[in-house]
């Protein structure tokens, strides 16, 4: 909403905003919580946004187009970057000639992801320059920096955010609208872009000259800035920890980063010289802290329970005032469940009943380890199931190896599937597989978003579409079904039981749409029947 | 209530309409011309599992999260999400639940969650105008007549008009 030029915005929706403001001309991702709605919002505001098959191949699409000079942004959750570590790692060798922003969203506390992992390590690791904002109105503001250190330096740059910030609302003033970047062209410079041994030892030589020429700019930069208090407790934070802080602490003095990596190391030991008491806090792993102290800078961390989970003003104060007791357990909420009429329930039913061994997935199917199911053995990440399920098969003595099954949902099987089921036909164990691909038709997940199985694109407009059986069949699995087990659940319940008794491969796609995305589904199948011309 | 933050949680089970409740909320304060930050963890929210969301309004905000024991009002859009969000009311702070509202009053009991703000504003200085643009600000047009008569019925009931 709009008012006299103020916006009430998630910080999700500031991300966008800015991107759009900036002229950014694509932006690339996969949903994932807490990041997904950056590029929904981004399309909504007419910027070209696409879901990619998985967050490796949406940076290294938008790493093409900063090649060509246009401003790019990929979009993703922390788990995300994982899978887009190997082309960030040596996109900071490349370099770019426009604008490269990877927009990692992190989830202390795990509100929805399989760990708690702190992405600000990867900046040290890739060695790319980061930032943090710590409200809706930076999130803005600094996704608009990030472009122009990017565009400046010819670097990608790491925008970290975490749920707290995504999904919060706060008060953005947007700044008046830019000068579009310069339209996109390529230039040929080999030695910089492509990356054999020889130009790549130069390549690392050069990032770290620039890495320390930024690390001299950021001891003047005003995206770092201190906050003049009482000098008997001065405070180091950034990001959310920086907000819930100030309240906690309103009198003291502060060191609030906005540029995370490098860090404004001469700043911070200035900043801890002038208060009685210097104090970091943070949000995950001690990154601030480990990094000023191995400068030689005295400050004061927080106690290791502070590491799990989120923090808020009271665990603030609870750090401040020295206190590692155990604290009170939250009471416990009403844990989320299948469904009822979902299309899974079906499945984890029968794979219970007939006493399988699930290695399952991610995805809303994951509840299917919860009661009354109970019906999932193990859940690792993206695309595990497959991989995990052949090395149980590989190893297992006849009769469990032959209670095995792979589940995985249908947008999971694009993002990291597709190599499991290659290995599954390249490496088949003794006992042959049972890969169960639950296709609802969407990425339920995360909110409903498309994906290539869909075969239409993050603006619902349809295009190719990736077909599981044709594929499945086409790497030399004879074995496919696609059946639908809410409509015929002992004939599933009979198919399953004989896959596991053959010794054979076997795909088998449970395919019914989510309840919660039918209708929508009819609809846009409707569309698209009345134009049928649309190409793809 | 104008030189100090207001904290409000809204608490309830996925599908209740929380997100919609504190979205129309924090528009109000919002409109008023207020500092407004709102908190929220989204993704399982379509699971039926619990949905908390924490509104705060006043001069300056700083963390978007109620602190707890600080909440002035608690409003739970379902009788078993009070207890396990109790622990964030101030002392004195006020708790709204389903019970303050007679459900046989609203024309669409799905507007409950709009019912429980109209209660809510009776304890608020927000203008009711600004109550008003936000919830058809949120809302789809066919949805208004039905919201607007369940934030009045539960305004009314809250002490005014």
Not at chain 1, 273 to 290: M, N, Q, S
Not at chain 2, 127 to 153: D, G, K, T, Y
Request: glycine content about 10%; proline content about 6%; some cysteine.
């Amino acid at each position: 909403m709009n008012q006299a030029g103020r916006m009430l915005l998630s910080g999700n929706e500031a991300i966008a905003l800015a991107a759009r403001h900036a002229g950014v001309a694509l932006g690339a991702g996969y949903p994932g919580t807490p990041s997904t709605e950056i590029l929904e919002y981004f399309s909504e505001l007419g910027g070209k946004a696409q879901w990619s098959p998985n967050e490796k191949v949406a940076l290294e699409v938008a790493l093409g187009a900063a090649f060509a000079g246009a401003s790019a942004m990929a979009a993703m959750k922390h788990v995300g970057l994982n899978v887009a570590a190997d082309p960030l790692f040596t996109a900071a060798y490349t370099g770019v000639s426009g604008a490269l922003v990877v927009v990692s969203a992190d989830d202390p506390g795990l509100a929805s992801s399989q760990n708690e992992q702190d992405n600000r390590r990867y900046a040290v690791a890739a060695a790319v320059p980061m930032l943090e904002p710590s409200d809706s109105q930076e999130a803005y503001e600094l996704t608009l920096e990030a472009l122009d250190l990017s565009r400046l330096w010819g670097l990608p740059v790491l925008l970290r955010v975490t749920t707290r910030i995504c999904h919060s609302k706060s008060i953005v003033l947007p700044r008046p609208p830019r000068e579009a970047p310069p339209s996109p062209v390529f230039h040929r410079d080999v030695r910089s872009r492509v990356m054999i041994p020889a130009y790549a030892k130069l390549a690392h030589q050069k990032l770290r000259k620039k890495l320390a020429e930024i690390a001299r700019w950021c001891e003047q930069s005003p995206l770092n800035r201190v906050i003049r208090g009482d000098d008997s407790l001065g405070i180091i934070a950034s990001g959310i920890a920086y907000v819930h802080a100030r309240e906690a602490a309103p009198r003291a003095s502060f060191l609030k980063l906005g540029v995370t990596y490098p860090l404004a190391i001469e700043q911070a030991r200035a900043f801890a010289a002038g208060v009685r008491r210097c104090l970091v806090i943070e949000e995950g792993d001690p990154y601030l802290v480990d990094s000023l102290r191995a400068a030689g800078i005295a400050v004061e961390g927080q106690a290791e329970i502070f590491r799990f989970g989120e923090l808020n003003v009271g665990r603030v104060k609870r750090i401040i005032a020295g206190d590692p007791t155990d604290e009170p357990p939250m009471p416990p909420g009403k844990p989320p469940q299948l469904c009822a009429g979902c299309p899974h329930r079906k499945v984890f039913e029968t794979l219970g009943r007939l006493g399988c061994i699930v290695s399952g997935d991610i995805g809303c199917y994951t509840l299917g380890v919860l009661p009354p199911f109970e019906a999932m053995d193990t859940c690792v990440c993206m695309g595990a199931s497959i991989g995990v399920g052949l090395g149980l098969r590989h190893v297992l003595g006849g009769d469990q190896a032959r209670r095995v099954v792979s589940v995985i949902g249908d947008s999971t099987f694009v993002h990291s599937g597709i190599t499991g089921l290659v290995e599954m036909i390249y490496n088949p164990p003794a006992t042959g597989h049972v890969l169960i691909i639950l296709d609802n038709g969407t990425t339920a997940m995360t909110g409903l978003q498309e994906h290539p199985g869909t075969g239409r694109k993050l603006d619902h407009k349809a295009t190719g579409r990736v077909v599981y059986e044709d594929l499945a069949r086409a790497l030399g699995i004879t074995n496919v079904h696609v059946v639908d087990p809410t409509r015929d659940g002992e004939g599933f319940e009979r198919l399953l039981a004989s896959a596991l008794k053959r010794d054979e491969l076997t795909v088998i796609i449970t395919r019914r749409p989510c309840l919660l995305a039918a209708r929508r589904i009819s609809e846009l199948d409707k569309a698209a029947e009345n134009k049928p011309d649309h190409g793809g | 209530m104008a030189d100090r933050v207001t904290n409000v949680v809204v608490a309830g089970l996925g599908g209740q309409g929380v997100l919609k409740a504190s979205d129309i909320l924090a528009e109000a304060a919002f409109r008023a011309g207020l500092d407004v930050k709102k908190a929220e963890v989204h993704g399982m929210s379509q699971r039926g599992g619990s949905v908390r969301s924490d509104v705060r309004f006043g001069p300056q905000v700083f963390s978007p999260m109620v602190p707890n024991g600080s909440a002035d009002f608690l409003v739970a859009l379902a009788a078993d999400q009070v207890e396990p969000n109790q622990p964030c009311l101030a002392d004195g702070g006020i708790l709204i639940s389903p019970e303050n509202v007679d459900e046989n009053l609203l024309s669409n009991r799905r507007c409950l969650n709009v019912a429980l703000l109209g209660f809510l504003s009776a304890h608020l200085e927000l203008p009711e105008s600004h109550w008003l643009a936000a919830i058809r600000s949120n809302l789809p047009s066919p949805l208004h007549e039905a919201n607007c008569q369940a934030f009045a019925v539960g305004r009314k009931m809250g002490g005014i008009g």
